[in-house]
């Protein structure tokens, strides 16, 4: 099983400022199976990104996800109040499906 | 437009069994995979299962293998989670969610594009 780790664990920022994710896989994944979501508290996860980087509908293009292999990044060029939240990657592999422990962003 | 509405969550003694539903609506059930990922309460996201849009292929996570069984309705646009021989650890919000496969020229993309708002399941003597 692909093991998908995230980093950092806490991103602490401030609004106006650049956020940059990690997302690291324990073996090489397809581009076409990774996928970046968002959850607000109480809410259920938000499609950001399929692809690696492909914007899913809707999505303000603040957001950008980039990488491949084992390394994939998601990029939040400016962040808006509405940003601060836990954002998962995600991959498929053989009839699986694996989530990232989430990174959180808060408001320094 | 799109909706995913799960139900039958609850408070249940372990050991028990207990059977979600997840209504969906605004799109073609039976052409779509769908999934059950839950949320222990302040963890991450765990995906549980899939069904394939005809029922034909169920595949599980290792956690919950030989006492949940994912299954659909595609005549009453229902997707359904049995969960049996619950334990402590299954105590989580549970989510369904539209699998989504694109085709990107000569690629096929994976992703959730739709999920509900899931319903909490404790599972506590």
């Known amino acids: 099983e692909i093991v998908l780790t995230q980093s950092p664990g806490t991103l602490s920022l401030s609004p106006g400022e650049r956020a940059t994710l990690s997302c690291r896989a324990s073996q090489s994944v397809s581009s076409s199976y990774l996928a970046w979501y968002q959850q607000k508290p109480g809410q259920a996860p938000r499609l950001l990104i399929y692809?690696?980087?492909s914007r899913a509908t809707g999505i303000p293009d603040r957001f950008s996800g980039s990488g491949s292999g084992t390394d994939f990044t998601l990029t939040i060029s400016r962040l808006e109040p509405e940003d601060f939240a836990v954002y998962y990657c995600?991959?498929?592999?053989?009839?699986?499906?694996?989530f990232g422990q989430g990174t959180k962003v808060e408001i320094k | 437009q799109v909706q995913l509405v799960e139900s039958g969550g609850g408070v249940v003694q372990p050991g028990r069994s207990l059977r979600l539903s997840c209504a969906a609506s605004?799109?073609?059930?039976?052409?779509?995979?769908m999934h059950w990922v839950r949320q222990a309460p302040g963890k991450g996201l765990e995906w549980v299962a899939v069904i394939w849009y005809d029922g034909s292929n169920k595949y599980y996570a290792d956690s919950v293998k030989g006492r949940f069984t994912i299954s659909r309705d595609n005549s009453k646009n229902t997707l359904y989670l049995q969960m049996n021989s619950l334990r402590a650890e299954d105590t989580a919000v549970y989510y369904c969610?539209?699998?989504?496969?694109?085709?990107?020229?000569?690629?096929?993309?994976?992703?959730?594009?739709?999920w509900g708002q899931g319903t909490l399941v404790t599972v506590s003597s």
């Open positions: 605004g799109f073609t059930f039976s052409s779509y995979g």
């Open positions: 995600q991959q498929y592999g053989s009839s699986s499906w694996t």
């Open positions: 969610a539209r699998d989504r496969r694109a085709l990107r020229g000569p690629i096929i993309e994976y992703y959730f594009d739709y």
């Open positions: 692809g690696a980087s």
